[in-house]
């Protein structure tokens, strides 16, 4: 089993940033893929971004640029910076773990991101 503990949520003003993090433990493999999603009210969950254990970076095309995906390996944390929010950037976000071969998917219990002034 994997626990995932995420943090850093809150409410900031258009053009802010607030910078996410997650902490996994438990049955943890070397290769693996981290990643952040977030699901807005009456929508379906999305990713948000996605870093695999060797550092490589895949971001959704609407945080590309303003979001940057991190990852520490040695204390099994990935991170979120979120730079230059937007109303729309408002949701859920949940970190993700998926060991390499798969063990399942496992989610942390989300963090909310309000955007408003």
């Known amino acids: 089993q994997v626990q995932l503990v995420e943090s850093g949520g809150g409410l900031v003003q258009p053009g802010g940033s607030l910078r996410l993090s997650c902490a996994a433990s438990g049955s943890i493999f070397r290769l693996n893929v981290m990643g952040w999603y977030r699901q807005a009210p009456g929508k379906q969950r999305d990713v948000v971004a996605v870093?695999?254990?060797?550092?490589?970076?895949t971001y959704t095309d609407s945080v590309k640029g303003r979001f940057t995906i991190s990852r520490d390996n040695a204390k099994n944390t990935v991170y979120l910076q979120m730079n230059n929010l937007k109303p729309e950037d408002t949701a859920v976000y949940y970190c993700?773990?998926?060991?390499?071969?798969?063990?399942?998917?496992?989610w942390g219990q989300g963090t909310q991101v309000t955007v408003s002034s």
């Open positions: 870093i695999t254990s060797g550092g490589h970076t």
């Open positions: 993700n773990l998926k060991n390499v071969p798969t063990t399942g998917d496992y």
